[in-house]
């Protein structure tokens, strides 16, 4: 299975961001695949291919960094891109960081590979294909490079299992785990 380590947002977060996506769309400044309201999430660390017993190794990391770890506030804002084919809404937690930087070590003790550069708060908002109008990518840019979206309490993280299919990706949660 496919699988991933992430956070959720709350429903209105969501709806806000979405709102923000559909104005983006309609500038039909570039050819790009769109996320939709219901699969926005924070990707805390990206695990690849497991089997159901390192499936199993990774809850039981998750539930022992979820007994220590204390919830936090993570304010969401401004809108970026990496390499011209990522969009994100991008985020600002020193307890985020410190957050996906212990799921990274301790899974790594495990052989999931240690990420290279420090955990950059991303929330992917479209996967560019190629842009139409790059002045007006430009001006997007610069117009919600200081959009603030809100913040919310971050109090669980999840496994889940992405499924692909020619409709995008199906997302499954296997696990959730509280954070004090």
Same mark, same amino acid.
Request: hydrophobic letters at 40%; one cysteine or more.
């Given at each position: ?23 983006? $769309? ?5 050819? /790009? !695949?769109?996320?939709? #309201?219901?699969?926005? %999430? +924070? =990707? ?61 070590? $301790? ?5 999931? /590979? !240690?990420?290279?550069? #420090?955990?950059?708060? %991303? +929330? =992917? ?56």
């Amino acid at each position: 299975m496919r699988a991933f380590i992430a956070i959720e947002l709350p429903s209105e977060l969501k709806e806000k961001i979405d709102n923000v996506i559909s104005e983006l $769309e309609d500038a039909d400044f570039c050819d /790009a !695949k769109w996320v939709s #309201e219901e699969k926005l %999430h +924070l =990707t805390c660390k990206f695990l690849g291919e497991i089997n159901k017993e390192q499936a199993e190794t990774v809850k039981s990391v998750l539930a022992d960094i979820s007994k220590h770890q204390n919830s936090f506030n993570l304010p969401l804002g401004g809108i970026g891109q990496f390499n011209e084919r990522i969009l994100w809404v991008g985020g600002n937690s020193k307890d985020c960081i410190k957050l996906a930087g212990e799921i990274d070590t $301790e899974l790594s003790k495990l052989g999931f /590979a !240690k990420e290279e550069r #420090e955990f950059s708060i %991303h +929330l =992917t908002l479209a996967r560019i294909r190629y842009i139409k109008d790059k002045i007006k990518f430009q001006q997007i840019l610069k117009k919600y490079a200081s959009k603030d979206f809100g913040s919310f309490k971050v109090d669980k993280i999840k496994l889940m299992e992405s499924i692909l299919s020619a409709e995008g990706p199906i997302y499954r949660e296997l696990a959730s785990f509280d954070l004090i």
